[in-house]
Protein backbone atom coordinates (compact mmCIF):
# COMPACT_ATOMS: atom_id res chain seq x y z
CA UNK A 1 0.00 0.00 0.00
CA UNK A 2 3.04 2.29 1.20
CA UNK A 3 4.64 1.78 -2.46
CA UNK A 4 1.30 3.42 -4.36
CA UNK A 5 1.25 5.96 -1.99
CA UNK A 6 5.03 6.92 -2.01
CA UNK A 7 4.40 7.18 -6.01
CA UNK A 8 1.60 9.45 -5.62
CA UNK A 9 3.34 12.16 -3.62
CA UNK A 10 6.20 11.90 -6.23
CA UNK A 11 3.87 12.43 -9.22
CA UNK A 12 2.13 15.10 -7.13
CA UNK A 13 5.35 17.09 -6.20
CA UNK A 14 6.92 16.62 -10.09
CA UNK A 15 3.39 18.52 -11.09
CA UNK A 16 3.59 21.32 -8.48
CA UNK A 17 6.94 21.86 -9.65
CA UNK A 18 6.19 21.92 -13.10
CA UNK A 19 3.28 24.64 -12.59
CA UNK A 20 5.82 26.66 -10.04
CA UNK A 21 8.43 26.21 -13.31
CA UNK A 22 5.81 26.80 -15.94
CA UNK A 23 4.56 30.37 -13.65
CA UNK A 24 8.09 31.11 -13.27
CA UNK A 25 8.80 31.20 -17.33
CA UNK A 26 5.64 33.01 -17.62
CA UNK A 27 6.07 36.01 -15.56
CA UNK A 28 9.14 36.72 -17.36
CA UNK A 29 7.56 36.24 -20.69
CA UNK A 30 5.11 38.89 -18.92
CA UNK A 31 8.11 41.46 -18.05
CA UNK A 32 9.77 40.75 -21.26
CA UNK A 33 6.67 41.88 -23.07
CA UNK A 34 5.52 45.19 -20.51
CA UNK A 35 9.24 46.43 -21.54
CA UNK A 36 9.43 45.90 -25.16
CA UNK A 37 5.63 47.76 -24.97
CA UNK A 38 7.33 50.13 -23.29
CA UNK A 39 10.43 51.03 -25.66
CA UNK A 40 7.62 51.28 -28.45
CA UNK A 41 5.65 53.49 -26.43
CA UNK A 42 8.90 55.97 -26.17
CA UNK A 43 9.41 55.64 -29.87
CA UNK A 44 6.11 56.39 -30.37
CA UNK A 45 6.09 59.77 -28.25
CA UNK A 46 9.47 60.80 -30.03
CA UNK A 47 7.91 60.56 -33.54
CA UNK A 48 5.13 62.62 -32.05
CA UNK A 49 7.31 65.28 -30.76
CA UNK A 50 8.81 65.36 -34.11
CA UNK A 51 5.82 66.04 -35.91
Known amino acids: ?3 N ?3 V ?3 ITILWLG ?3 FYLYT ?3 QKN ?3 ELEQLQQK ?3 EDKRQ
Open 9 to 11: IIL
Open 19 to 21: AYA
Open 33 to 35: IAD
Open 44 to 46: LDK
Open 27 to 29: SRQ
Open 1 to 3: MFE
Open 5 to 7: LTL
